[in-house]
C-alpha cells in the first residue's frame, strides 16, 4: 500500500529515458538553418521557399523525438 490508501506496486519502478541534449541542440540548430534558408528564399522563389521551410518542420518534428 502507498501513502495515498491505494493498492499500488511499488515493486516495479519503470526508469525514464532522459533526451539527449546534446543531439536536441544539433538538431535545433540545423532545424534553424534551414529556416533561415528558407525565408531567405521567399523573393527569389515562393515554391523554393516553400519547400525548404517544409522540410524544416520535418526537421522539428524530428528534433523532438531525438
Known amino acids: 500500500m502507498t501513502r495515498t490508501g491505494g493498492l499500488q506496486n511499488d515493486t516495479k519502478r519503470v526508469k525514464q529515458q532522459l533526451p539527449d541534449a546534446k543531439k ?3 538538431v535545433s540548430f540545423l532545424k534553424s538553418g534551414v529556416r533561415l534558408i528558407g525565408y531567405a528564399f521567399i523573393p527569389f522563389d ?3 521557399a516553400m519547400g525548404i ?3 524544416s ?4 518534428i524530428i528534433e523532438e523525438l531525438v
Do not use: A, D, N, T
Open 24 to 26: 536536441h541542440q544539433l
Open 57 to 60: 518542420e520535418v526537421i522539428g
Open 53 to 55: 521551410l517544409l522540410i
Open 46 to 48: 515562393s515554391f523554393i
